[in-house]
């Protein structure tokens, strides 16, 4: 009954995550963008640089805050993570119980 109920969380959580990929692709493009501009604001020395790199980190900022449902994406991979991570601690200990040489 236990890998039942962790099957069955598992699959609900691969059905969200695949759901929301597509979200979850571009907040992850949308960070990045983000990212680079940051980097490339603090090495800048120009004003007129600032201003355009701090434009980029707005337009960047914009996008990942309009992908906020794509967080439900992620905490669901997160679930299927813990998820898989005690299939193979309950399937480790199964084994472990029944080694034939041990009393």
């Given amino acids: ?8 969380l598992a699959l609900v959580a691969v059905i969200i995550m695949l759901a929301n990929l597509g979200p979850m692709i571009l907040l992850l493009i949308s960070l990045i ?3 680079y501009a940051i980097k490339k604001f603090i090495l800048t020395d120009s004003f007129v640089e600032k201003v355009l790199w701090g434009f980029v980190i ?10 906020i449902p794509a967080l439900i994406g992620v905490a669901s ?3 299927l993570y813990y998820t898989y991570k005690k299939w193979k601690k ?3 200990d199964r084994y ?5 040489w041990t009393n």
């Fill in 1 to 8: 009954m236990k890998t039942f109920l962790l099957f069955l």
């Fill in 58 to 67: 707005l337009i960047g900022l914009s996008i990942s805050i309009s992908n």
């Fill in 77 to 79: 991979f997160v679930v």
């Fill in 90 to 92: 309950d399937k480790q």
């Fill in 96 to 100: 472990l119980e029944q080694e034939p």
């Fill in 33 to 35: 963008i983000s990212y």
